[in-house]
Nanobody
Framework: QVQLVESGGGLVQPGGSLRLSCSAS????????MGWHRQAPGEQREWIAT???????GYADSVKGRFTMSRDNAKNTVYLQMNSLKPEDTAVYYC?????????????WGQGTQVTVSS
């Protein structure tokens, strides 16, 4: 089992920045990739970023150039640095961990952290 806990959400003005954290515990040696997803009210959950165990990253077009995913192996934590935030970035942000090279229905999820971008 893997447990994920997100933190760092909050209210920020347009153009501002936030850094989300996702701390992992449990059988973390089995994790092959981690990622961030988000879900806005009335919308489906969407993928926005991936970081593999080899260090490769991928980003959705909607956040590319503004968001950066990184990790601190010593702290078993991944981060999502979000810059130049827009009102349309408002959503609940979820951390996801997979034991597979691809996302699967058996992946682990955190409880989510709310990000609100508003003036």
């Amino acid at each position: 089992q893997v447990q994920l806990v997100e933190s760092g959400g909050g209210l920020v003005q347009p153009g501002g920045s936030l850094r989300l954290s996702c701390s992992a515990s449990g059988s973390i040696s089995s994790i092959r990739r981690m990622g961030w997803h988000r879900q806005a009210p009335g919308e489906q959950r969407e993928w926005i970023a991936t970081l593999t165990d080899s260090g490769a990253t991928g980003y959705a077009d909607s956040v590319k150039g503004r968001f950066t995913m990184s990790r601190d192996n010593a702290k078993n934590t991944v981060y999502l640095q979000m810059n130049s935030l827009k009102p349309e970035d408002t959503a609940v942000y979820y951390c996801r961990a997979s034991r597979d090279r691809n996302w699967t229905p058996n992946d682990y999820w955190g409880q989510g952290t709310q990000v609100t971008v508003s003036s």
